[in-house]
T-cell receptor
């Protein structure tokens, strides 16, 4: 079973607006990663945040991590039509497994 | 860095046939993962290789599934006696082995069982 859950499942916004999506997970982690997937393609790595980090930025992306609440958020600022994609969080558990756990994803649609 | 390459991109086969997919990881990456993704879902872990050693397998990987990574380079995933439920996208990813590293994904092989 997948331990990550993204919220919302789908999000539709106008170009230029900000998009926020959330991820919750269940166990202790080494790191949490966010990926983007365009339809019919593989996943593209966006950002990795370690368990001892609280916030990380990369261009128009801002990721926060709250290990006490076992949650993370991804903020995309000034969205563009090209940001239309599915976004997944993936966790690297500390339980000695090599298994990365992906969530069910947020489908973002940015309207031009 | 030529990226992770997967072949074929699409495979259509009849139920009961065997299929084999290939993954060529980024050359300097010693970690290789296989995932399965169905429509509207996130990738589900199938198996993990460190160099040529298969270190972890999911319970999703039934006896009909086998994966290899000879010489720690490319990997193959074989499904024997395919079933309708095997229809999915099969994704391969690789990463370097120094911990806390992102995974680099191929574009996957989409399997359709008739």
């Amino acid at each position: 079973s997948q331990q990550g859950e993204e919220d919302p499942q789908a999000l539709s916004i106008q170009e230029g607006e900000n998009a926020t999506m959330n991820c919750s997970y269940k166990t202790s982690i080494n790191n949490l990663q966010w990926y983007r997937q365009n339809s019919g393609r593989g996943l593209v790595h966006l950002i990795l945040i370690r368990s001892n980090e609280r916030e990380k930025h990369s261009g128009r992306l801002r990721v926060t991590l709250d290990t006490s609440k076992k949650s993370s958020s991804l903020l995309i600022t000034a969205s563009r039509a090209a940001d239309t994609a599915s976004y997944f969080c993936a966790t690297d558990p500390t339980s000695g497994t090599y298994k990365y756990i992906f969530g069910t994803g947020t489908r973002l649609k940015v309207l031009a | 860095d030529t990226g992770v390459s997967q072949n074929p991109r699409h495979k259509i086969t009849k139920r009961g046939q065997n299929v084999t997919f290939r993954c060529d990881p980024i050359s300097e990456h010693n970690r290789l993962y296989w995932y399965r993704q169905t429509l509207g879902q996130g990738p589900e872990f199938l198996t993990y290789f460190q160099n040529e050693a298969q270190l972890e397998k999911s319970r999703l990987l039934s006896d009909r599934f086998s994966a290899e990574r000879p010489k720690g380079s490319f990997s193959t995933l074989e499904i024997q006696r395919t079933e309708q439920g095997d229809s999915a996208m099969y994704l391969c990813a690789s990463s370097s082995g120094t911990g806390n590293q992102p995974q680099h994904f191929g574009d996957g092989t989409r399997l359709s069982i008739l």
